[in-house]
């Protein structure tokens, strides 16, 4: 039961433009959406988070956005920059403290 | 500031041979732990997940077990080792739903 799903296995975006990774998820009872940077052979970094009563969350060139009704968010990292190629994962938290992620993005950022 | 440790780095083990992983975290109380698995080319698979001291939440019937015998630290062990149990296994900590933090993980190969 996967409650956390990023259905894109990959995304190749233009160094300057926008990278908009999208997640969806099933559980109403998630109160709280974390994104994470990854690179390989290193543990995920801690992006940015946004709490379920809340529509967008900025951080500098990071912003998550949040549908409720369409149980959706979405991460836009503007602008894209080589260095922001990595896999990307999508987290929600829910009752008991229980993190749960989606299976990742690969985004690739071509200078 | 907060940080968390985990190791070893690196480990290769046969098959049938135990398994102790372990992972601590240095300035905070009470965090919520958590172990993660990442199979290659996988997305982060929640194993166990504790709230509190003797709290242990398992997500996945396995061959592997948790144990947290103080605030700060938590174990991932395994009697006898299986080819399966292969992966990057990754620990981490939160106080607050809207962040989590991970440590640089363990790669475990079982030969």
């Known amino acids: 039961d996967q409650q956390v799903k990023q259905n894109s296995p990959s995304l190749s975006v233009q160094e300057g433009r926008i990278s908009i990774l999208n997640c969806d998820y099933t559980?109403?009872?998630?109160?709280?959406f974390l994104w994470y940077k990854k690179y390989p052979a290193e543990g995920p970094t801690f992006l940015i988070s946004?709490?379920?009563?809340?529509d967008k969350n900025e951080d500098g060139r990071f912003t998550v956005f949040l549908n409720k009704s369409a149980k959706h968010l979405s991460l836009h990292i503007v602008p894209s920059q080589p260095g922001d190629s990595a896999v990307y994962f999508c987290?929600?938290?829910?009752?008991?403290?229980?993190?749960?992620f989606g299976a990742g993005t690969i985004l690739r950022v071509k200078s | 500031s907060q940080t968390i440790h985990q190791w070893p780095a690196t480990l290769v083990q046969p098959v049938g041979s135990p398994l102790s992983l372990e992972c601590t975290v240095e300035?905070?109380?009470?965090?919520?732990l958590y172990w993660y698995r990442q199979a290659a080319g996988r997305g982060l698979q929640l194993l166990f997940y504790?709230?509190?001291?003797?709290?242990i939440s398992s997500e996945v019937p396995q061959n592997l077990s948790a144990s947290r015998p103080q605030d700060r630290q938590f174990i991932l062990s395994s009697k006898k080792l299986l080819l399966s149990d292969s992966g990057f296994y990754l620990c981490?900590?939160?106080?607050?739903?809207?962040?989590?933090?991970f440590g640089q993980g363990t790669r475990l190969t079982v030969v």
């Open positions: 981490a900590w939160s106080v607050h739903k809207a962040e989590a933090f």
């Open positions: 559980n109403s009872m998630f109160d709280y």
């Open positions: 946004i709490s379920s009563i809340k």
């Open positions: 987290a929600a938290s829910g009752i008991g403290n229980k993190l749960v």
């Open positions: 300035g905070t109380s009470n965090p919520n």
């Open positions: 504790s709230v509190g001291i003797g709290q």
